[in-house]
């Protein structure tokens, strides 16, 4: 058999190309890209301006209900009836509702004494009020430090409860429900949730208990978070961008429009009657907090969100631990949504347009949408169309939705507007994390239940004291977020 020849194995467009390894790929490149590349990124631009847009609507929507929030004063005061608890004679302390304040912590060495000296130090009868510390820490020397704090405070008439369990199961979860079952807390009427670095001020029960006293279709008081350790590094400046937004922005435009906003798993005080109605504590995703906040506004509940009332806590100031943190708050809601939705649409108990909200609103524009769209559109449609000038992407949708998207979510952070370029890339390299774990919560892929604890450094007892611990300099190259950024 005569030997085959070259132009029998390759087509003609690739005689005098077969040595060349770069121009073969130009010509397979050209080849497929009218018939398959081009239609299936156009496909991709539309859908990406779609998402777009549904984000674009819901930021200038939420810009416009804050402007006039602040403009004609709607503070909580004015919405709902609020009035310091008054003395009795004859019923003494016991006019006081009983409050348990609830301190779920694991392995927290760094500021076990900060949180729970915090919580003893809440201004409240003395006979009213029960701090329950939920240690499920695996390391002993740890576990007997926070014992030993406990027991310190206890000596000095602190009514402080030390609770463990044999087992970590439905992590912070389990340990909340666990801690619920306690004989002592049938006598309680709300309980407040701390989490290990969270330092409340000695007034936060006498600013928040009235409301739920006075009105009793509220479940839930939300405060705000407050950074004590901000400005420690640009990583830290570019949390706080996000997170005010959330805080200044969408938490109290869903709490003045009377619409559904998340319980932010710490700083908040739960009305027990509505916790135990709503199904208490569920550990099925790694967002009980979400959870239990979306199961109690379905059974008709309202919430209340304090933007005046803030709670001074820690941020992620290394890469990985945010990084951890980001998958657990971008998987969670995903896994929830793919299992609450129908639930959502099947309930009677609230309006259709509530339930329009809560899906469409909070889970598919915020939790889904703004994830996607930011990696998808930004990160990759947008480069790619650089490499298909066939394929064009209108000004309005490149240009003139992002920078108003961009600005608005800036704005809750006036003094970290000179870093805005720095943010966008920073949230553009985090888009990569959190649309992978969007992905895996709503398919319930490998990691959706995976939690890990954010690691904390205890950098506000370390300022308090006016000296700071030197740290070991430490270096990583990571090649993936300096790719996508």
Known sequence: MD?????????????????????????????????????????????????????????????????????????????????????????????????????????????????????????????????????????????????????????????????????????????????????????????????????????????????????????????????VNADECLMTRMQEMSLDYHFTVEQEVGSSTYAFFGFNGTAGVWRIAALNEAGGWKDRTTVEDMDLAVRASLKGWKFLYLGSLKVKNELPSTLKAYRYQQHRWSCGPANLFRKMVMEIITNKKVSSWKKVHVIYSFFVVRKLVAHIVTFIFYCVVLPATVLVPEVEVPKWGAVYIPTIITILNAVGTPRSLHLLVFWILFENVMSLHRTKATFIGLLEAGRVNEWIVTEKLGDALKAKAGTKAPRKPRFRLHLLELCVG
Request: net charge neutral.
């Open 3 to 227: 030997r085959l020849s070259s132009t029998t194995i390759l087509p003609d467009t690739f005689q005098g190309t077969r040595d060349d390894f770069s121009m073969q790929m130009a010509v397979i490149w050209g080849q497929i890209k009218a018939p398959l590349i081009v239609p299936l990124l156009r496909l991709t631009v539309i859908v990406c301006l779609i998402m777009s847009l549904m984000l674009f609507i819901e930021r200038v929507y939420m810009g416009i209900v804050i402007m006039l929030v602040k403009l004609f004063g709607r503070k909580p005061e004015r919405r709902y009836k609020w009035e310091p608890i008054k003395d009795d004679v004859e019923l003494g302390n016991s006019a006081y509702p009983m409050v348990l304040v609830q301190i779920p912590m694991y392995n927290e060495r760094e500021v076990y004494q900060l949180s729970i000296g915090a919580a003893c130090g809440l201004s409240w009868p003395s006979d009213r009020i029960i701090i329950q510390v939920l240690d499920d820490s695996t390391d002993p020397t740890i576990k007997d430090l926070v014992e030993l704090e406990c027991q310190r405070w206890a000596s000095k008439g602190i009514n402080i409860k030390y609770e463990i369990r044999d087992n970590r199961n439905g992590y912070k979860a389990g340990a909340l429900k666990e801690g619920m079952k306690r004989s002592y807390v049938k006598h309680c009427d709300y309980v407040v949730i701390f989490d290990a670095d969270f330092q409340p001020e000695p007034d936060f029960l006498w600013r928040t208990i009235p409301f739920l006293v006075h009105n009793p279709e509220l479940a839930l008081v939300q405060a705000r978070w407050k950074f």
